[in-house]
């Protein structure tokens, strides 16, 4: 098989095709659990891929699940590494696997210089079981939906007290005086595999990391946010659209903080994070 398109129950297939049964828990409730990772030059055995951590967070699936095989797993997952940029690795309550791959997103690299703008969520709209990756990712979706209907390229998560959480699909990052600050996992937050390398990254350059609930008051002493996950590296968030009732932190948008981006090493950009409150009502669900 020259070009699989994806891997399903210990096999290579090339059409883009599967058979569910309608009694299939993943098709009646989402129940799967599943992670995404970005092959690097082709390999899973590059670091920067993060296969053994990848692998370790399919270990840790929710109850009831039965082991898949982890040597089919692996062995489909190098085989598609050599085709595909991104993989998403799918796990079934039965143990069938399923591996499909894509490519990159095609703005990538403008969104990584330029930043994207955010919008901000009602604290009613909120993702299950966080400390999973699970296939029920309705919230989520319907989320970037709204977002990308208003020209975002990502939603924020907030809770009833106003703390920022997360984005729907990545981990968010703030920087103000010499420090980076992230939500902390206890916020009920997926831990990302990409947020813990940061994390580890930005320590070993002897730079200050603080996992501190993100409260109003630590918002507004931010002068540069982003998002990270395994696939798009690093993102700065430029603007934020308010979709929210909670109190919109004060001195935003009054300057920026000098910098360079790159994906492998972040650092705070120039940007202005600009404040703008929408005067539509939100999407309801």
């Known amino acids: ?6 891997w399903y129950n210990g096999q290579a297939q090339s059409d883009d095709r599967i058979t569910l049964s309608i009694h299939d828990p993943a098709l009646l409730y989402g129940a799967t659990h599943f992670t995404t990772l970005r092959v690097y030059d082709q390999t899973l055995l590059d670091l920067r ?16 699940f039965t082991d898949p095989n982890w040597d089919a797993i692996t062995e489909g997952a190098d085989l598609l590494s050599k085709f595909h940029e991104v993989l998403r690795i799918t796990l079934f309550p039965d143990g069938r696997e399923l591996i499909t791959g894509r490519s990159l997103p095609p ?5 990584q210089t330029q930043g994207i703008t955010a919008l901000l969520l009602p604290p009613d709209q909120t993702r299950s079981l966080p400390q999973y990756k699970t296939g029920n ?5 319907l989320a970037l939906q709204d977002a990308k209907a208003r020209d975002c390229g990502e939603a924020i ?17 703030g920087h103000c005086q010499n420090t980076w600050y992230t939500p902390p996992l206890s916020a009920g937050i997926l831990p990302g595999i990409q947020r813990s390398a940061l994390i580890t990254q930005f320590r070993s350059q002897n730079q200050t990391v603080q996992e501190l609930s993100w409260t109003p008051a630590l ?23 308010n979709n929210s009732p909670i109190r919109l932190p004060q001195n935003w948008g009054l300057g920026g903080h000098s910098g360079s981006t790159h994906p492998a090493t972040p650092t705070p950009i120039d940007t202005v994070v600009a404040w703008e409150s929408l005067s ?3 999407t309801a669900y």
Do not use: K
Request: proline content about 11%; hydrophobic content about 35%.
């Open 1 to 6: 098989m020259e070009n699989p398109t994806f």
């Open 49 to 64: 891929t993060h296969w053994p951590q990848h692998l370790n967070r399919l270990r840790q699936t929710p109850p009831y």
């Open 107 to 111: 703005d990538l690299l403008q969104r």
């Open 137 to 141: 990712y309705l919230a989520p979706w």
């Open 157 to 173: 998560f907030t809770d009833r007290q106003g703390h920022w959480l997360e984005t729907t699909t990545g981990n968010l990052w």
């Open 219 to 241: 918002i507004d002493q931010f002068e540069t946010i982003a998002y990270s996950n395994c696939v798009v590296e690093f993102i700065p968030i430029h603007r934020v659209l």
């Open 280 to 282: 539509a009502p939100p």
